[in-house]
């Protein structure tokens, strides 16, 4: 069964900082482009950050473009969220991608089939 398993999420003031860790069962994750997908409270899912199987390229929401960065190491890719804004509020969601596409391509196009993320709010 595959299974992917995000955590680090949690209650964080404005300009505070997280780390997102993606995980995954059932696969090897390292073979795969992965994107971390959002979505925020009323909104549709959006691409936030995507990384290519090596590593070497990568794409990012303009919205958090200088303040996150993704990253992937062996079985896990990572997503450091800095300087974070009431607007990042959200669950945040890694998937693979299965079809070869750019990682900019992946990245506009949320897949549409989700795990249970990690909640991310950003308050005061």
């Known amino acids: 069964q595959l299974e992917f398993v995000e955590s680090g999420g949690g209650l964080v003031q404005p300009g505070g900082s997280l780390r997102l860790s993606c995980a995954a069962s059932g696969f090897a994750l390292d073979r795969y482009a992965i994107g971390w997908f959002r979505q925020a409270p009323g909104k549709e899912y959006e691409g936030v950050s995507c990384?290519?199987?090596?590593?070497?390229s990568t794409d990012y929401a303009d919205s958090v473009k200088g303040r996150f960065t993704i990253s992937r190491d062996g079985a896990k890719v990572y997503l450091q969220m800095n300087n974070l804004r009431p607007e990042d509020t959200a669950v945040y969601y890694c998937q693979a991608d299965w079809t070869g596409v750019t990682v900019q391509t992946f990245c506009a196009h949320p897949p549409g089939y989700w795990g249970q993320g990690t909640e991310v709010t950003v308050a005061s």
């Open positions: 990384i290519s199987i090596d590593g070497g």
